[in-house]
């Protein structure tokens, strides 16, 4: 089965800073991945998704990198803000997600 | 704005009680899903449905059930409520291989 997870439960950066979130999974045939943001008391929010057949997927402020022979994916922030401040959880699959541990984001001013 | 809706969005609830938490989705999607979440933990998928009377159960073992009758509800039951029940659930949908869209929880609390 599927194993997604993060490599680090916090990350604490400084306003204005890139951020990068990590993720490393187990399952080679997985072939679509997602980011997913959560606010305290919400449910999780999309954020970007990217297939295996890609390396690189662009945002608002946000891109994904996916390395397949090592099986790792990350998510970067370009210019962190307050508003980032949330636990981010990565997600992997060939038809149902795997969550991974979420990384909590902590903005410093 | 939500198309995916939850409640209650809290629930506090006496040891051996039944409860039923409710999931509806606008969207028309097929496929609908249960997540449990310990606060600061990942999710872990306890049901799912690919669409109206089909329900299986998911990787995480639950005493809850769940039923799919109608496309955009999938309620999910607990018969008899612990203490050990005591978690997040999140419900989510999605229309085929793609992101899901996750209603925004009911946190139940066993007492």
């Known amino acids: 089965g599927e194993s997604v997870g993060l490599h680090l439960p916090t990350l604490s950066v400084q306003e204005g800073d890139n951020s990068i979130i990590n993720c490393a999974y187990s399952n080679s045939a997985s072939d679509y991945f997602i980011w997913y943001k959560q606010e305290s008391g919400k449910g999780p929010q999309f954020i970007i998704d990217i297939r295996s057949n890609m390396d690189k997927r662009q945002g608002q402020r946000v891109t994904v990198l996916l390395n397949k022979t090592v099986k790792h994916l990350s998510l970067q922030i370009a210019a962190t803000q307050p508003g980032d401040s949330a636990v981010y959880f990565c997600?992997?699959?060939?038809?149902?997600?795997?969550f991974g541990k979420g990384t909590h984001l902590i903005i410093q001013p | 704005e939500a198309d995916i809706y939850q409640t209650p969005r809290y629930l506090v609830i006496g040891t051996g009680k039944k409860i039923t938490l409710e999931c509806s989705q606008t969207m028309g999607h097929d496929k609908m899903y249960w997540y449990q979440q310990d606060p600061g933990m990942e999710l872990h998928l306890i049901h799912y449905?690919?669409?109206?009377?089909?329900?299986e159960k998911g990787d995480l073992s639950s005493e809850s059930t769940v039923s799919r009758i109608r496309t955009e509800h999938f309620p999910l039951t607990l018969e008899s409520a612990r203490p050990s029940h005591t978690s997040q659930y999140l419900c989510?949908?999605?229309?085929?291989?793609?992101?899901?869209?996750f209603g925004s929880g009911t946190r139940l609390t066993v007492v």
């Open positions: 989510a949908s999605n229309r085929d291989v793609g992101g899901y869209t």
């Open positions: 997600a992997g699959g060939a038809d149902g997600l795997t």
């Open positions: 449905s690919y669409g109206v009377n089909s329900t």
